[in-house]
């Protein structure tokens, strides 16, 4: 009983951080892209476009089927698909260029944060002490984090339009939480949420001159969307794997994961560094995704307990 329960422990731990080393690096990777020439709108096609492809094999290869094509799952797989990559990729990458990759990272995700404000005003979640703490320490950890910026409208601007990214994985969240098909995998809906997601920004991408095409001999900004494609595409394999071993409580901590991911290659590749309120808003917003996730792991705790 105490092997099994190390080995699921680790085994969760490892794709855990797995899953924060694949996300965390895709703002870097993202950033790079940005600055290489690659427009927002052409970079946004290749990472809905690519990993689609991944896992609708994934999917042919386990479930030996299509995911469905029903009215109700057509509706659900757009709504998601807007919400929880077209828009949030577009106003990411957009931001990329304007705001450091680990300051980016910090602010996408505080999309926790942002869904425990939602879940409250769907009655999705009950009210928490704790979590109410998290959410004020953390929308002070905003404010220390733009109150520098005021002086110059641009770079604060831009680091509120980079805000409207964990607003709409937030929102894509209870989405999902409170229209999801019965009886579907979640392998099948991200497939379907992947595949409408392409058809959304195909046009727009072509239509407005900014696909990018992968050009062979391959260079460095390509190979670096190739690397992205990949990581993405494993990150949504681990993604299910470690909500099927380890539940939603436990996959909450990767916001931690990938915001020190997100300044670790901040500072390795592009030589980023901190001023110390930049330092004191990071220990806030993370201190803050703690708080609001612990709660849920002890509640989720509690309810195991009652069960057994």
């Known amino acids: 009983m105490l092997f099994t ?16 080393l694949c996300w965390g690096t895709g703002f870097s990777i993202a950033k790079f892209a940005m600055e290489s020439g690659v427009t927002p709108l052409g970079y946004s096609f290749w ?6 492809v991944f896992i609708l094999l994934v999917t042919l290869l386990k479930e030996k089927k299509f995911p469905k094509f029903t009215f109700h799952h057509l509706l659900f797989y757009f709504i998601c698909g807007l919400l929880g990559i077209v828009l949030p990729n577009i106003t990411m990458y957009f931001s990329a260029t304007h705001v450091p990759s680990g300051i980016l990272g910090l602010i996408v995700n505080t999309s926790p ?22 959410i004020i320490i953390g929308f002070f950890g905003l404010v220390v984090l733009f109150y520098p910026k005021l002086t110059d409208f641009v770079d604060f601007s831009w ?12 929102s894509c969240t ?21 595949l409408a997601s392409s058809m959304m920004i ?21 190979f670096f969307i190739i690397i992205e494609i990949i990581l993405s595409s494993i990150g949504y394999v681990i993604f299910f794997e470690l909500l099927k071993i380890a539940g939603p409580v436990y996959y909450s901590l990767v916001g931690c994961i990938v915001a020190m991911v997100g300044l670790f290659w901040g500072y390795i590749i592009f030589n980023e ?27 989720h705790r509690i309810q195991s307990d009652a069960f057994n």
């Open 5 to 20: 329960f190390n080995k699921l422990f680790f085994k969760s731990l490892l794709l855990l951080v797995s899953l924060g």
């Open 202 to 222: 195909a046009p727009i991408t072509f239509i407005t001159g900014n696909f990018h095409i992968i050009k062979f001999p391959i260079d460095l900004p390509n």
């Open 159 to 170: 680091m509120l339009f980079a805000l409207l990214t964990p607003f709409f994985l937030a």
């Open 113 to 134: 944060i942002i869904t425990y404000v939602l879940s409250i005003f769907f009655l999705l979640e009950k009210f928490s002490i704790n979590r109410f703490l998290g």
């Open 273 to 299: 560094t901190l001023n110390l309120t930049e330092w004191i808003s990071i220990v806030l917003i993370v201190f803050s995704i703690y708080l609001v996730s612990m709660q849920k792991q002890k509640e």
């Open 174 to 194: 209870i989405f999902m939480v409170k229209l999801r098909p019965v009886h579907a995998s979640s392998l099948a809906l991200s497939a379907g949420m992947l």
């Open 47 to 52: 990472q809905s476009f690519g990993p689609a």
